[in-house]
Each structure stands twice: as structure tokens, then as C-alpha cells.
């Protein structure tokens, strides 16, 4: 399956940087193109339970396709989130469910940095991703 160009865009960017420092910086970068929840967005009803850090997620379908916005207190989470939805952005429901998450992230490069607790909150959200597709 060929990737969306912002995942593409991602993937070509955190390959060419040189060793962890660079990747941390990418990924604060990237977390700060995360267009910002509104106060209304940020409610209960879209919190994602599972994280450690407090992470919120809406989700929109048009024509079969999903795209989704997200948000979270801590930066690094926003990072990882930015690249979650550019993996995610325009996939069907089926495709979403069948995502490995794991391998995206060890493509950038990132696989290795990522806590248990930081890799189980993004299984959450992207668990939380596939609820939503499914109608839940």
C-alpha cells in the first residue's frame, strides 16, 4: 500500500536524520503542525483513556475515509500523534483496523524510543481510531 504523501514526507525526513537527537527535534517539529483542539473538542467524550498523558480525539468520515484531529498535554505525545495521523490520514475503516503500528514507527526510526507506557497509549488511540471507524 503506497503512503499518503504527509507519511511519505515523514518517513523521508526522520530516515535522513542523523541518530536519536535529530529524530527528538523532528519530532517536536511535527507535533507543533497539530492544528490545536478547540476547548469543545478537548471534552471527556473524546479523551482517550489508556495514555498516561491526557490525549484527545475526534474523527471525521467522508466517503468511506477517515481523518482524524488530535491533541495532548506533552509535546512528545503531540509529535507521535502528528505522525500517527499522517499514517492514518484518508484510510478506510478496514485499513485502519489492519494498520501496524509498530512497523510505522520503526520505520522512522522511533520504535526503539518508545516507552511501554508511550507505545500502549498510542495502541489506545489507534485502538480508539478503529472504534470510531467501526461506528463506536
Do not use: Y
Request: negative net charge; hydrophobic residues 45%; contains cysteine.
Amino acid at each position: 500500500m503506497s503512503l499518503a504523501s504527509g507519511a511519505q514526507e515523514a518517513l523521508d525526513s526522520f530516515n535522513a536524520a542523523a541518530g536519536w537527537e535529530q529524530r527528538a527535534r523532528l519530532l517536536m517539529q511535527w507535533g507543533e503542525r497539530l492544528t490545536p483542539l478547540s476547548d469543545e473538542e478537548k471534552s471527556d467524550a473524546n479523551r482517550v483513556h489508556g495514555c498516561e498523558s491526557q490525549v484527545w480525539l475526534v474523527a471525521h468520515e467522508a466517503d468511506g475515509r477517515w481523518r482524524f484531529a488530535a491533541g495532548s498535554d506533552a509535546r512528545l505525545i503531540r509529535g507521535l500523534l502528528a505522525l500517527l495521523l499522517v499514517r492514518v490520514e484518508g484510510l478506510s475503516s478496514a485499513e485502519l483496523r489492519a494498520l501496524d503500528l509498530p512497523d510505522w514507527f520503526n520505520q522512522l526510526g522511533l520504535g526503539r524510543q518508545l516507552s511501554p507506557s508511550r507505545s500502549n497509549g498510542l495502541n489506545a488511540v489507534l485502538q480508539r481510531m478503529a472504534q470510531l471507524a467501526s461506528g463506536g
